[in-house]
């Protein structure tokens, strides 16, 4: 985790001290892209039309500038290198350049600002279209980074495997790591394929343990599960489907998102 991708919107004031942590903690450099929508005109817009979205835009470009200053004062003070630059396009242009640049970063961090479209978008984008981890921090957490303890969500599939792969920087650096399973009542044991995973992890110097819960609401089972252990981050598969020629987040990942009160690490 030497080189991070973080996403800055005016809304997202809260990952700022998140982000520097991790930084600080892996001695990575970012490069922090403060983000707005630029509204566009229709073609029979007017003139007094025109004004105001000239205005709107200026007002973006303005916010996110400020964005900028400040996150580059507060990393300069612990000493953290960052490039900073900022983007105002529209959605589709956004989305395109998140998916680009986070290609060329080991992971892409940004707000949670749920009911945000634009946010959806960008997250979207950056799951299922760079090839790169994405760490999603929730709306309500405006902590520095803490990793005493990570759970790694494992239903055997190829999804969780690539995100317990893509994590293993912060799992080593994590105080606990626990492998929780959700099980519904017609499905297979997993506990030999978590045996796999605890001998894996172990040979990277990470002591993990393995739990296994029975029931049908995984989003939910996973959220308790959370809560009732500590757990400082869920490192999970960001599950989707294909719309055409677009993805969209499945059932599962949808929920985390939209309820969860610890920070996600998602891959695909």
Not at 163 to 191: C, N, W
Request: with cysteine; glycine share 8%.
């Amino acid at each position: 985790m030497k080189h991070l991708l973080v996403l800055l919107s005016s809304e997202g004031a809260q990952v700022g001290p998140y982000v520097l942590a991790l930084a600080k903690q892996f001695d990575a450099h970012s490069t922090v892209i403060a983000y707005a929508f630029e509204p566009s005109l229709p073609y029979f817009a007017t003139d007094s039309l025109g004004d105001v979205v000239a205005q709107a835009r200026d007002a973006a470009a303005h916010a996110a500038t400020q964005d900028l200053a400040k996150f580059e004062s507060r990393a300069k003070q612990v000493g953290l290198n960052v490039v900073v630059t900022s983007l105002v396009a529209s959605t589709e242009r956004l989305a395109h350049e998140t998916a680009r640049l986070a290609r060329c970063h080991d992971l892409t961090i940004m707000q949670q600002n749920q009911g945000r479209e634009l946010e959806r978008s960008l997250l979207t984008a950056a799951l299922f279209g760079s090839g790169r981890p994405i760490l999603v921090v929730p709306d309500t957490d405006n902590a520095p980074a803490k990793l005493s303890t990570v759970l790694i969500a494992w239903d055997g599939g190829a999804l969780a495997a690539r995100a317990a792969a893509d994590a293993l920087p912060i799992l080593q650096s994590a105080g606990a790591v626990r492998i929780v399973s959700v099980l519904g009542p017609h499905e297979g044991d997993l506990e030999a394929d978590q045996v796999s995973m605890v001998r894996h992890l172990a040979l990277h110097g990470i002591s993990a343990e393995a739990s296994i819960l029975a029931g049908t609401d995984v989003a939910g089972m996973l959220l308790s599960y959370i809560a009732d252990v500590g757990a400082d981050l869920l490192v999970m598969g960001g599950y989707g489907h294909s719309r055409f020629r677009e993805f969209v987040l499945g059932g599962t990942t949808r929920d985390i998102l939209a309820s969860t009160t610890v920070p996600v690490f998602m891959a695909h």
